[in-house]
Nanobody, 124 residues
Framework: QVQLVESGGGLVQAGGSLRLSCEASGRTFSTRGMGWFRQAPGREREFVGA????????NYADSVNGRFTIARDNAKNTVYLQMNSLRSEDTAAYYC?????????????????WGQGTQVTVSS
């Protein structure tokens, strides 16, 4: 089991940037697909982006494509979500998740471990 801890959330004005981090414990981090999801009050959890074992393998939700970037540092057991050009509709709790396998996936059912989340609030 991989344990995940997110950080980097906060309050930012529309148009600003934030970088979220997700630190993982566990020896097999480098071979796991990692994902970011978010959930706003009253809404279902939605996919944001994911990165596979091979760092070039990423995919993003249409709503964030071109604004958000996922990267991973396997030496630090950490995955990042760089968020630029933030909008009020990006306000949510953001969660990172880890799979048992190497690929990226947009389906939350494919993820075995979840962090506690970090809140991002974008003011307009």
């Amino acid at each position: 089991q991989v344990q995940l801890v997110e950080s980097g959330g906060g309050l930012v004005q529309a148009g600003g940037s934030l970088r979220l981090s997700c630190e993982a414990s566990g020896r097999t981090f480098s071979t796991r697909g990692m994902g970011w999801f978010r959930q706003a009050p009253g809404r279902e959890r939605e996919f944001v982006g994911a990165i596979g074992w091979i760092a070039g393998g990423t995919n993003y939700a249409d709503s964030v494509n071109g604004r958000f970037t996922i990267a991973r540092d396997n030496a630090k057991n950490t995955v990042y979500l760089q968020m630029n050009s933030l909008r009020s509709e990006d306000t949510a709790a953001y969660y990172c998740a880890a799979r048992f396998t190497v690929g990226a996936s947009s389906d939350p059912k494919n993820y075995a471990s979840w962090g506690q989340g970090t809140q991002v609030t974008v003011s307009s």
